[in-house]
């Protein structure tokens, strides 16, 4: 272990007449540069209201140990004090941080840096599960758009992946595990991970890819699932690897088998990598930032619906679609989205094409499978 770190907590978000979850410290050292952090209140004692407004005359700001992270993160979302925007502003700046341990090209990539990511991925994935509890898509959508976004486009849009990952796999199974929750959401949240071996001069170019860029851009779930399983050595409890890696290596199949970088078509993708495609289409064209324009929701859906049954799976996206309350007040020009469309890619104008007529849908189905375990304790 190297040296010990700690974040700093604001007050209006500690714990109060609890037993304290995690230690609290305070920065003792006198000069900027160098810091010195002391416990001052000691996990696992009560703290109360009185004890808090103490601290806040002697102390300007409270820190807590970064090993503590995942406490604090866990008392946060518990918490009545913290709003849900805030308790997921802290996951998601969590999140980021882990993810940043492996995209940060000036850190030297190793099987324990992946190792440490993916713990914390799954820590900041099973609070999100915890705080997303009662939100539909459409909830969900009101949420993201209030979260604060950074600078690095890739990490805004994994979180809202991972997020509508989860919210959409509720809205399939209702009674949906933990663990299934658990792999859809970390699925989203690591399916560009084969990004990091893309320079980031092609993955930030708006326009004028050449043939050779967009080939190197479709690398992307090759080099994922290889950074996921080759390192043999890593196993983390509770977590099926090969499932993530799934994610990852099919999140850009098509449901026609026209997708990359296998060809495999219909249920041949996991299933989890099709909810996966469903939340990445949608939120790279919906979200802010990842392109300079952007569609509404319901120009969103439907150019997405065109796409069903070629790109989509048309079961899960009408799941998607149902929970989005705008959805049928479609008055709006219809459009449609280029066949070239790929949501690996930054467009500063997305390749929209007017059409005519409007997909007509049928009622949709029961998704009872969510992995190969439950489909094994069915046929029982
Ligand atoms: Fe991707
Ligand atoms: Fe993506």
């Known amino acids: 272990m190297g040296i010990k770190s700690y974040f700093s907590v604001s007050y209006d978000l500690i714990v109060r007449d609890k037993i304290a979850p995690y230690d609290l410290f305070v920065n003792s050292s006198s000069v900027a540069e160098k810091q010195k952090f002391v416990r001052i209140f000691p996990q696992g004692e009560e703290l109360t209201q009185d004890d808090l407004a103490k601290l806040r005359k002697k102390y300007l700001q409270l820190y807590v140990s970064e090993d503590q992270r995942n406490l604090y993160m866990k008392s946060l979302v518990q918490s009545d004090e913290a709003s849900d925007i805030e308790a997921v502003n802290f996951i998601k700046d969590s999140a980021i941080q882990y993810l940043h341990n492996v995209f940060d090209p000036e850190k030297e990539f190793s099987t324990e840096l992946l190792y440490e990511t993916i713990k914390g991925c799954k820590e900041a994935v099973e609070n999100m599960i915890d705080v997303l509890d009662d939100y539909n898509i459409d909830g969900l959508r ?13 990490y805004d849009h994994s979180i ?47 326009e004028g890819l050449t043939d050779d860029e967009y080939l190197i851009i479709k690398t992307h779930p090759d080099a994922g699932i290889k950074l996921l399983l080759e390192n043999e050595e890593i196993s983390i409890e509770d977590l099926d690897l090969k499932t993530i890696g799934r994610v990852v290596h099919e999140h850009h199949e098509n449901w026609d088998g026209k997708g990359y970088p296998q060809g495999i078509k219909e249920k041949e993708i996991h299933l989890l990598a099709r909810v996966c495609a469903i939340a990445d289409f949608f939120d790279a064209i919906t979200t802010k930032r ?51 469309f790929d ?34 304790k069915e046929k029982k």
């Open 160 to 206: 809202n992946v991972s997020m509508y990952c989860i919210t959409l796999l509720r809205a399939m199974k209702p009674n949906a595990s933990r663990a299934e929750l658990v792999h859809g959401g970390l699925g989203g949240l690591l399916h560009d991970l084969g990004k990091i071996k893309v320079p980031t001069n092609i993955l930030n170019k708006a």
């Open 142 to 154: 009101a949420l993201i758009g209030d979260l604060s976004g950074h600078d690095f486009y890739t």
């Open 343 to 376: 949501p690996s890619i930054p467009y500063s104008v997305l390749p929209l094409e007017e059409i005519k007529e409007m997909f007509a849908g049928d009622d949709f189905g029961k998704i009872r499978f969510i992995d190969e375990k439950e489909k094994e």
């Open 290 to 340: 990842s392109y300079s324009q952007v569609v509404t929701i319901s120009q969103g859906l439907s150019i997405m619906e065109k796409t069903v049954n070629k790109k989509l799976d048309e079961k899960i996206f009408k799941i998607f679609a149902a929970h989005i309350g705008q959805s049928n007040v479609e008055t709006v020009r219809q459009l449609q989205m280029s066949d070239k």
